[in-house]
DNA sequence: TCTGGGGTCCTAGGACCC
DNA sequence: TCTGGGGTCCTAGGACCC
């Protein structure tokens, strides 16, 4: 331990096997394309919540200039003009169809770890790829296919011996169309690799945004070949570990070992903005318990507790008028998932924090101290006549009735809401929930 | 009129302890 | 000139990711 940064410098994680990495194209638009082949060939955007901006876009729509965050209302004039469609964000069915992707490119690593809700990690083999980088492209390709054939959506293959690596031959896979979505860098000549990577400026890399990126191209550090031939401990020093790692990666070293295997949430966050302002109180606590309730239902399906509830509301950034940014945090009594009392809490929490007169536009409800939740994790059946813990079955009794008749059947206090409150999301272009409602399977006619 | 949501990791600094 | 030297835990803030 005497010397410092020796003992927690990045070291090599497993050597050898090859890494991929694996995601779809344009995750919620070709989700959308599955059910509604019209879309096909066409410029679509998906929206976000309230149908305020765009978070997906098909290449069309990229070809259109259309970038990520642009709010809907500033293209929607056009929209027709150009033959755009949009979709609201659809996250039943998104979700759905990711953890069928998930499943079926998990059939061929020897480890997998989902890293987002569109993209995963795939560990090839050692061995076998050995003699033949031929095979490792042709793996990669029955994954494209796989994909394809049992879900519908368009996936890319990037394969290296670390993940930033994987990350960037991915890039180049769909920047190539050449290439087939499929890129192995072992498979090109270092000379080619070295060229792309002397055009790609850094912030093109998994781990270096914005900031880092200008802090880098002020010490004559612009592209990615730039970065790989720095100093990695220079850039340590000067810098931070993370990037230290990103160097050695970009060298073949591998620095980022595998997430733990479904290791549990260290937060749990609800927010959302509103599809009207909020400015009184009364509202506001509306607000808070049905979020509340939405987070409790989160954390139990999680089979966690919380020991700390934290409340937060704000203004719009854009707007002119009084900014408000008021939040609190509590500790809760004990840590608990019980909907009531975290619901009693969230209301107390924020009352009185409101600006008078102020617009707020946004609120949120975070859970953390999160510890496992010993006494059941929430998926045991309802036994309306146990007695004792009579306040985990509140819980229960509405997790079951949800899942049943959907969200809006029930809910606690202000939190039991008979029509939609004016604050609650807007989403015009909605798809069906194709997969997880019976009540919206696709119709097939033959 | 209308601008998303949910996470992670790292670091620095303060409180506290022996 | 020079005010001990670790160590842990917690928190806030920064940066990044999709």
């Not at 969230?346 to 600006?355: N, P, Q, S, T």
């Amino acid at each position: 331990m005497s010397d410092a940064g020796a003992a927690d410098a990045p070291g090599p994680v497993p050597p050898g096997a090859p890494i991929a990495l694996v995601d779809v194209n344009n995750f919620y638009v070709s989700c959308e394309r599955v059910f509604d082949p019209s879309l096909e060939g066409r410029a679509v955007v998906v929206l976000s919540n309230n149908d305020g901006c765009v978070v997906a876009r098909s290449a069309e729509a990229k070809a259109l200039g259309i970038t990520t965050g642009t709010p809907w209302f500033q293209v929607a004039p056009s929209a027709d003009r150009w033959g755009l469609v949009a979709r609201s964000s659809n996250y039943e069915l998104y979700g759905d169809l990711s953890a069928r992707v998930m499943e079926v490119i998990g059939r061929f690593g020897a480890w997998q770890e989902v890293y987002s809700i569109d993209e995963s990690f795939l560990g090839l083999a050692p061995g076998e790829f050995r003699r033949a980088e031929a095979r490792v492209v042709e793996v990669a390709a029955t994954i494209r296919e796989a994909v394809a054939r049992h879900v519908g959506v368009p996936v890319c293959v990037g394969v290296a011996p670390t993940k930033t690596l994987a990350k960037f031959a991915n890039h180049i896979a769909k920047r190539n169309a050449g290439m087939r979505g499929v890129c192995s860098l072992g498979s090109m000549p270092d000379a080619e690799v070295r060229r792309i990577q002397s055009r790609v400026p850094v912030t093109g890399l998994w781990g270096v945004g914005a900031r880092t990126g200008a802090r880098l191209n002020a010490l004559g550090i612009e592209s990615i070949a730039d970065l790989r031939a720095a100093d990695p401990l220079a850039i340590r020093k000067r810098f931070s570990v993370v990037l230290q790692r990103t160097v050695l990666e970009l060298n073949g070293v591998p620095c980022i070992p595998q997430a733990d295997e479904r290791a549990d949430k260290q937060q749990i966050v609800f927010s959302r903005s509103f599809s009207a302002p909020v400015t009184r109180a009364e509202e506001m606590d509306q607000v808070m318990a049905v979020y509340a309730q939405r987070g409790a239902a989160r954390l139990a399906a999680q089979g966690q507790r919380a020991s700390v509830l934290t409340v937060t509301a704000g203004t719009s950034r854009f707007s002119g008028g009084a900014a408000s940014f008021p939040s609190a945090s509590v500790p809760l009594p004990e840590p608990t998932n019980d909907p009531i009392r975290l619901t009693k809490a969230a209301v107390a929490a924020m009352r009185g924090r409101l600006e008078p007169g102020a617009a707020y536009l946004r609120a949120g409800v975070m859970f953390s101290g999160l510890s496992r939740d010993v006494a059941g994790g929430g998926q045991e059946l309802l036994d309306v006549f146990a007695t004792g813990d009579g306040d985990r079955n509140v819980g229960d009794l509405l997790g079951n009735v949800r899942a049943k008749f959907g969200e809006a059947a029930i809910g606690l206090g202000q939190g039991g809401l008979a029509a939609p409150a004016s604050w609650s999301m807007k989403r015009e272009f909605s798809s069906p929930k194709y997969t997880t409602e019976w009540a919206e399977l696709p119709v097939v006619r033959a």
